[in-house]
Structures are given as C-alpha cells and as structure tokens.
C-alpha cells in the first residue's frame, strides 16, 4: 500500500524546504569569529532559508598545527572550540580568557625558546591533554571530540583530517645556496608577521592525507556549505586540498557560498594579501571567487557576498556563474556578523 508522503510541517507550504544541516569550513579567528555570529543568527532563526534548529558541523583546518615543547598546538581547531565555547580571550582572537603566562615566563628564564609564541597556562591544559591522547593513539577528531565535551561549542567540531600536516612558508635567505628556506607557518606569521614575501606555500603532508572521518559524510548530507572569510590559501585552501574534499563538495547536494576575506585591494586581518601574492592570484574580492571557482566550471562556489565598497566587483563575480551580492563585511559585534551570514544564506537559499 503506497503511503502519501508526510506533509514537511517544517516549511510554510510553497517554500522551499528549510535547511537542517550545515557545513562549514574554517581557519582560525575570522572563521571563528563569522561562525560565531552565524550560530547567534541561526539560533534566533534569523537566516534566510535554513531551520533555527539545524545541525552544524564545522570543518576545520589543521596545517597551522605544530609542535612545541613536545606538544602538539592545534590553533584553528583551539580558536573555534574556545570561540564558541565560551573560553576565548575576545581582544585577542586565539587563547584562553583570562589567562596567565607564568610557564611561558619559566621557559624563557631557562632560555628555552621560542619566546614569540604565546603559550598561556590555561591555554597549555588543553596541549597537554591533547599530547597525551594523541601518544596514546587517539586521533586528532577522537581528541578534538573529548575536548568538546567539555565546551560544548555547540556544533561537531572536526579536524580537516587525522593526518599529520604542516604549511611551510618558502622566504629568501641569501645565505642558503637555495636563495631560500622555509620556515614553519607559525613562524612566519606570528614571529615574523608575514612581513617578508611568501615565495611558496608548501603544505607538507597534503597529497597523503585523508579526510577525517564523518567529513565527506557531512559534505555528502549537507543541505548548505559555508565558506567564513578565512585565509583562502593556508586555511580554506588547506582543507579544499585534503584529496577528496573538493570532489565531495563540488558532487554534493548542498549550494556552497563563501564570504571574501578580501575588502578592496587587502585582508581585514592576518596575511592573505601576501599568500595569495605568493600564488599570483589577484589580491581582489572578485579574484578570490574566481580562485575557487564556480561550480559549473569545476569549482565549488554557487554564491559570493563581497563588500559593500566593492560592489563594482558583482558583475565581474556574476559573470564567473556565481551569485553574488554586495554588503558590509566588517564584523564589528555579533549583529553584524549574523547579518553577513543571512546576506549569505539569501543568496543561495531564498
Ligand atoms: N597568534 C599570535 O599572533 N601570537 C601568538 O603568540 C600566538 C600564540 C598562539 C598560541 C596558541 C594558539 O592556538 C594560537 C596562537 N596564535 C598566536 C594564533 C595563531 O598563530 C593563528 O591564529 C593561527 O595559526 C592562524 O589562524
């Protein structure tokens, strides 16, 4: 006996579907950031097309991760689950709410460096338990699970991949018979604020890593993918490079639509005018879409919000086969955030 299908009690009848499950790829503060005002907007159902009550999972990227004084550091991963958890020191962006530096003080007392990275004693905790785990085998998203359980961030928090990767930055040396060598991402952005150029962007361990698992699931189930204005090179481009990501989200279901890092002719923060300099992309909102690609070309983007002051940028994206609109990208508070994230959601889902 055939049964007639249920009635979606979720839509008003006419409108599409509302969406349930959302996936989004992010680096580490502006991601975090976005996402943050994205979950406030969602859960007070104030995005365009996508249900208050859906399921997000988050993406995040790994190739920041390094290993310090024995401790494997997370960064990205630390800065959503501190983000959303509650546990972030807001003004800074990465790291633990009040935080003290007394370990850091001690290290530096013995002279053992390096003294440029910022490792707070709250912060350090998190390391600790995070070493222990992965010496004891656990895998990056089985410790980044347990970790959750204590912040709660309210999405599923997952690792790019298991797969121990690394962004290394190739700068001049005229010392080595190179002409060059290659410093660790963290070194280079944080030690040297990306103040030199990036002459290449090697990601060791890419091409052998595989998605961890539950990521390509997630892809596969989504109803929308978000792409935070994160860094489009070392962080939404780390993770579209993980083999089978990209496939996953150019074949899936759900429209992808990203937010440019880019207003004018720079980041707002971090390094991304440099990066993609590096890569001799165009340091341009319209440029970065173009960079990932529309999906009917083989890209991944179905829509592209860029900024308001750069609204002359619409037509060039359009023509690229992605929607695009033009609103303010600044992320001053949450309110301005959610309402990126609904400029977005409309977009795509509207
Ligand atoms: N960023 C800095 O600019 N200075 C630091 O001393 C620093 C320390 C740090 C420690 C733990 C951590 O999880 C992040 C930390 N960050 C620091 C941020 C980090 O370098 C960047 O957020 C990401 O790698 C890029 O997204």
Same mark, same amino acid.
């Given at each position: 006996?055939?049964?007639?299908?249920?009635?979606?009690?979720?839509?008003?009848?006419?409108?599409?579907?509302?969406?349930?499950?959302?996936?989004?790829?992010?680096?580490?503060?502006? =991601?975090?950031?976005?996402?943050?005002? /994205?979950?406030? %907007?969602?859960?007070?159902? *104030?995005?365009? !097309? $996508?249900? +208050? &009550?859906?399921?997000?999972?988050?993406?995040?990227?790994?190739?920041?991760?390094?290993?310090?004084?024995?401790?494997?550091?997370?960064?990205?991963?630390?800065?959503?689950?501190?983000?959303?958890?509650?546990?972030?020191?807001?003004?800074? =962006?990465?790291?633990?709410?009040?935080? /003290?530096?007394? %370990?850091?003080?001690?290290? *530096?007392?013995? !002279? $053992?460096? +390096? &003294?440029?990275?910022?490792?707070?004693?709250?912060?350090?905790?998190?390391?600790?338990?995070?070493?222990?785990?992965?010496?004891?085998?656990?895998?990056?998203?089985?410790?980044?699970?347990?970790?959750?359980?204590?912040?709660?961030?309210?999405?599923?928090?997952?690792?790019?991949?298991?797969?121990?990767?690394?962004?290394?930055? *190739?700068?001049?040396?005229?010392?080595?018979?190179?002409?060059?060598?290659?410093?660790?991402?963290?070194?280079?952005?944080?030690?040297?604020?990306?103040?030199?150029?990036?002459?290449?962007?090697?990601?060791?361990?890419?091409?052998?890593?595989?998605?961890?698992?539950?990521?390509?699931?997630?892809?596969?189930?989504?109803?929308?993918?978000?792409?935070?204005?994160?860094?489009?090179?070392?962080?939404?481009?780390?993770?579209?490079?993980?083999?089978?990501?990209?496939?996953?989200?150019?074949?899936?279901?759900?429209?992808?639509?990203?937010?440019?890092?880019?207003?004018?002719?720079?980041?707002?923060?971090?390094?991304?005018?440099?990066?993609?300099?590096?890569?001799?992309?165009?340091?341009?909102?319209?440029?970065?879409?173009?960079?990932?690609?529309?999906?009917?070309?083989?890209?991944?983007?179905?829509?592209?919000?860029?900024?308001?002051?750069?609204?002359?940028?619409?037509?060039?994206?359009?023509?690229?086969?992605?929607?695009?609109?033009?609103?303010?990208?600044?992320?001053?508070?949450?309110?301005?955030?959610?309402?990126?994230?609904?400029?977005?959601?409309?977009?795509?889902?509207?």
């Amino acid at each position: 006996m055939s049964h007639a299908p249920s009635p979606d009690v979720s839509a008003p009848q006419g409108a599409s579907p509302a969406a349930r499950s959302i996936v989004a790829l992010s680096g580490g503060v502006g =991601g975090a950031r976005f996402l943050r005002g /994205t979950l406030s %907007a969602l859960r007070a159902g *104030a995005l365009p !097309g $996508v249900s +208050p &009550d859906a399921a997000v999972t988050v993406v995040a990227n790994t190739a920041d991760d390094w290993w310090i004084h024995g401790l494997k550091v997370c960064p990205d991963l630390d800065t959503v689950m501190y983000t959303l958890g509650g546990g972030i020191d807001v003004e800074r =962006g990465w790291g633990r709410s009040g935080e /003290t530096w007394a %370990a850091s003080e001690e290290l *530096a007392a013995y !002279g $053992v460096g +390096p &003294d440029w990275f910022g490792l707070g004693d709250r912060d350090l905790a998190t390391h600790l338990v995070r070493t222990q785990m992965v010496e004891a085998g656990y895998p990056l998203s089985a410790v980044t699970a347990a970790l959750c359980r204590r912040w709660e961030p309210g999405v599923e928090l997952l690792p790019m991949t298991d797969d121990r990767v690394e962004t290394h930055i *190739a700068i001049a040396d005229d010392e080595a018979p190179s002409g060059r060598r290659t410093v660790h991402f963290q070194e280079y952005w944080v030690r040297m604020r990306a103040q030199v150029p990036a002459e290449a962007v090697v990601v060791v361990g890419l091409d052998r890593a595989t998605p961890a698992p539950g990521v390509t699931e997630a892809v596969a189930g989504a109803d929308l993918v978000l792409l935070p204005p994160s860094n489009p090179v070392v962080s939404i481009g780390t993770i579209l490079g993980v083999p089978g990501l990209r496939e996953a989200l150019q074949e899936g279901p759900a429209p992808v639509v990203g937010v440019s890092p880019i207003i004018g002719d720079s980041h707002v923060h971090g390094m991304a005018r440099q990066l993609l300099d590096s890569l001799g992309v165009e340091v341009s909102a319209s440029a970065v879409a173009r960079h990932y690609g529309s999906r009917a070309s083989g890209g991944i983007l179905d829509g592209w919000l860029v900024a308001d002051t750069d609204a002359h940028q619409v037509d060039a994206v359009r023509d690229a086969g992605i929607a695009c609109a033009a609103v303010p990208l600044l992320m001053s508070d949450e309110e301005a955030t959610g309402r990126m994230a609904a400029a977005a959601t409309a977009l795509v889902l509207a």
